[in-house]
């Protein structure tokens, strides 16, 4: 072949390439938000072995020769294209046989995600609530201002609901209710927040405790249940705001999963167990994850079965941030699920209390320090 017709079938396997580039380009950029496409078992395998990897940094290195330097000091070479094939269509790794129990244990990769205690059930998220039906039943008066709370500025500890109207069964006026969602405080998780801040407050711990109704004010600014996320992050910021001299943050849920999961026997007394949530999707979760498990591991060392562990949730779970990014000390705890009654759930919030005055006090003596 003549260098004319060289450059010309160049010419044309650019041409080609390009389209094709343009064409992929322009179907990235339109896929819906909801789309399954990143779920495809080939894309999410080439984040997930390490030939893959070693292949992408080997192909960088031939344009950075420190790259390359410090690749051959620890050993990477070129990985076999046919095990590079096989892990990214098979999502099966010759070199790791957990890959092949994944496959045959479905739900196992969930599983690897509740790194403390938790051997019970994972967590499962309520359906979104229905706006109008709670609208219409509304008959809360407006909660007072958190500003207006005489120990709001010496507070250390704020306590906030995400989702306000999660509540619980048995302390539900209307009892052939076929979903525990509810605006009144005596019957949700703000009703919870209540018997923490009283007994923070006799620990000697200042809390502030926000009542905001959500499902009110989501309505008012025509949002719906994805954005709980972003109405907690403005009453967060608002704190702030207010105290700077806030240290803790407790977003204070409920669980769906049922009675038997949720309750524990301690010394003959019943408790409605705790759930840490981690929210993986920022960049110092970690932190977050370290300071839950040593608060977990506090309460069970004093309360051995009160917690079901902590949990760590990315986007393809929910929210993925849950305002952790604002502090180490932002914890997400599930007091209890929807069948658990009012003496179970004071229990657990004393012994919570008690517990957490002691992290608090160590806390101030490591800041101390």
């Known amino acids: ?9 160049s ?22 938000a909801n789309s399954k496409f990143f779920e495809y078992p080939a894309l999410e395998n080439l984040t997930e072995f390490e030939s893959v990897t070693d292949s992408m940094l080997l192909l960088m290195s031939y344009e950075m020769p420190l790259l390359e330097q410090q690749l051959e000091n620890r050993d990477i070479e070129k990985p076999s294209y046919s095990n590079l094939f096989f892990d990214v269509f098979s999502g099966i790794s010759p070199n790791d046989y957990t890959s092949l129990i994944d496959h045959e244990l479905p739900g ?24 109008d039906k709670l609208l219409k039943e509304d008959k809360e008066d407006e909660p007072e201002d958190p500003s207006e709370d005489p120990n709001a500025e010496m507070a250390d500890v704020f306590i906030y609901q995400s989702h306000g ?12 209710a076929t979903k525990s969602d509810s605006t009144k405080i005596e019957e949700n998780v703000v009703g919870v927040g209540v018997m923490l801040k009283e007994a923070l407050e006799k620990k000697g711990i200042y809390a502030v405790h926000d009542k905001t109704n959500s ?3 989501l309505a008012e600014n025509g949002w719906g249940y994805n954005e709980s996320y972003q109405l907690s992050g403005k009453i967060l910021d608002q704190a702030v705001t207010i105290n700077s001299g806030l240290n803790y943050y407790i977003d204070i849920h409920r669980d769906g999963t049922p009675k038997e999961v949720t309750t524990a026997t301690i010394e003959g007394k019943k408790y409605a167990k705790l759930f ?12 977050n994850y370290e300071r839950a498990k040593q608060l977990n591991k506090a309460l069970e060392e004093k309360y051995p079965g009160i917690s079901r562990g902590v949990f760590l949730k990315d986007y393809s779970d929910g929210n993925g941030v849950y305002n952790q990014n604002i ?43």
Do not use: C
Request: aromatic fraction near 12%; hydrophobic fraction near 40%.
């Open 1 to 9: 072949m003549n260098n004319t017709n060289q450059s010309i079938l």
């Open 11 to 32: 010419f044309i396997i650019k041409i080609i390439l390009g389209t094709i580039a343009v064409f992929v380009l322009t179907a990235f950029l339109t896929i819906p």
């Open 108 to 131: 196992l990769d969930i599983y690897y995600n509740l790194q403390t205690g938790g051997e019970e059930a994972m967590p499962i998220e309520s359906p979104p609530p229905d706006f």
């Open 165 to 176: 109207w999660e509540a619980y069964f048995p302390l539900m006026e209307e009892k052939d």
């Open 215 to 217: 499902i009110k004010v």
């Open 276 to 287: 840490f949530v981690v929210g993986k999707e920022h960049e110092n979760y970690e932190m």
């Open 327 to 369: 502090s180490s000390n932002s914890f997400l705890i599930e007091f209890g699920g929807e069948e658990n009654n009012k003496e179970e759930l004071e229990n657990t919030v004393n012994a919570f209390a008690e517990v957490f005055a002691e992290f608090h006090q160590t806390g101030k003596e490591v800041n101390a320090d």
